[in-house]
């Protein structure tokens, strides 16, 4: 039962380069979250997905987009990345009953020069 | 203003000592609470969840007030691997996160 994997763990981008960061949990979780996290700032919601065929924009949405391919994964786009966009990104899951927890992937640091 | 709110820190220690971190919320309604800890580079794992009547983990104890909207993390007899940055967590629809108090035990 390895969770919440995530890849790339690691990423150095071009701007204007677009790349697609890859989530899956084998815990069969219906929501799915991406979030980025930046220094001093704390976790911010780009998007998210309450279950498979559904997704909706969090706090910071704009130059993201994502895809929920099935209940298992749940991938991130960059299409045209910019430097405001080096973060560290985090998925997380959970079951539908928000009395429980999320439980988060080990993250991917992207830089963009 | 921020729907959780947290002291940033860094809250800087001696092992042994009693530490407490408090977190305000906005939302009334807020249904579910939680304390995450996230070490450096790492992602954020929970800690415990926080229930009405509070609750016990060990050094850890969770307070919750809901008439003045406020969550408590109390840490006993700290050591140095707590150090760590603890995220406060509150529900409402949807996942609040704290901005995160950082804590520095020394030896």
């Known amino acids: 039962n390895a969770g919440v994997t995530q890849t790339p763990k690691f990423q150095v981008l071009k701007t204007g380069q677009s790349m697609t960061l890859q989530c899956a949990q084998d815990m069969n979780h219906n929501s799915m979250y991406w979030y980025r996290q930046d220094p001093g700032m704390g976790l911010r919601l780009i998007y998210y997905?309450?279950?498979?065929?559904?997704?909706d924009k969090g706090e910071v949405p704009n130059g993201y987009n994502v895809s929920r391919l099935n209940k298992r994964e749940f991938s991130l786009r960059l299409e045209s990345a910019a430097p405001s966009q080096t973060s560290v990104y985090f998925c997380a899951s959970r079951t539908r009953d928000l009395a429980y927890e999320q439980y988060f992937g080990p993250g991917t640091r992207l830089t963009v020069t | 203003r921020k729907e959780v709110e947290q002291d940033p820190g860094p809250f800087n220690v001696p092992e042994g000592a009693t530490v407490a971190f408090n977190c305000t919320y906005s939302n009334s309604a807020s249904q579910s609470f939680f304390w995450y800890r996230q070490d450096c580079r790492k992602e954020p794992k929970l800690l415990m969840s926080?229930?009405?009547s509070g609750n016990e983990d060990g050094r850890f104890t969770a307070q919750l007030n809901r008439a003045s909207q406020y969550i408590s993390l109390l840490i006993r007899d700290s050591k140095l691997s707590d150090s760590a940055t603890y995220l406060c967590?509150?529900?409402?629809?949807?996942?609040?996160f704290g901005s995160g108090t950082k804590l520095n035990v020394k030896p």
């Open positions: 926080v229930y009405s």
């Open positions: 997905s309450a279950s498979e065929g559904t997704t």
């Open positions: 967590v509150v529900t409402f629809n949807k996942f609040y």
